[in-house]
């Protein structure tokens, strides 16, 4: 069926190294969101894009939206142990109502 | 309160028994979800609701499991006769759905159900 695919599933890092994570869907995408989820938290809210090709940046945070909107990509710059945690993408898959989302890549970083 | 409500936070149960796990969504969010999430994975979509319109219930993994949405605001997700695989946490997001899309989805803390 129709899903949202995320790589790595994992990533350990060193501290102060970059990191990034990939998502893929077979399905245009209407729009991407990004989450975080802390170990035993819920998911948060990071950001939306809507636009083909579009870059947003939050501090050491880089989100891309691919020109198919089928992929994205969330780029973090000198990781830090705050940036520990889950990052999922979601998206609505073509004119579906319901927010599909990524299996997550689980990121941990050593201090 | 400000943010989205889930109740119980823990449930254990006997495998058989049923469940009922509540929702109270932010004031004035239009859209509720429910998610399941097992140990270490990822979000499993099972029901949506958007204003009057029909649920979207395709994710809903059996006809154990469904769920009302009473007065456009607090949901509840019955799970029947549960079983061992039904253990995860399941999560509850709202959202202000305006301009017919879907925006930032705001998640509860979650409730952890435990199936012995």
């Known amino acids: 069926g129709q899903q949202v695919m995320q790589i790595p599933q994992y990533q350990h890092v060193q501290e102060g190294e970059d990191f990034t994570t990939y998502c893929n869907s077979s399905t245009t995408l209407s729009n991407i969101q990004w989450y975080k989820q802390r170990p035993g938290g819920h998911p948060v809210f990071l950001i939306q894009l809507v636009k083909s090709g579009e870059v947003k940046k939050q501090k050491r945070l880089t989100f891309q939206f691919g020109e198919a909107k089928k992929n994205s990509s969330l780029h973090i710059t000198a990781t830090q142990t705050t940036d520990v945690g889950t990052y999922f993408c979601a998206g609505r898959l073509g004119s579906a109502r319901q927010l599909t989302f990524g299996s997550g890549t689980q990121l941990t970083v050593l201090p | 309160g400000a943010g989205v409500s889930q109740s119980p936070s823990n449930k254990v149960t006997e495998k058989g028994k049923d469940v009922e796990l509540r929702c109270d969504p932010i004031s004035g969010h239009t859209a509720l979800y429910w998610y399941r999430q097992s140990l270490g994975q990822g979000l499993e979509f099972l029901i949506y609701?958007?204003?009057?319109?029909?649920?979207?219930k395709s994710g809903l993994p059996s006809d154990r499991f469904s769920a009302e949405r009473t007065g456009g605001s607090v949901s509840t997700l019955t799970i029947q006769r549960t079983q061992q695989e039904d253990s995860a946490v399941y999560l509850c997001?709202?959202?202000?759905?305006?301009?017919?899309?879907?925006?930032?989805?705001?998640f509860g803390e979650g409730s952890r159900l435990t199936v012995l």
């Open positions: 609701f958007q204003g009057n319109s029909a649920p979207d």
């Open positions: 997001a709202s959202s202000s759905g305006l301009a017919g899309g879907v925006g930032e989805l705001f």
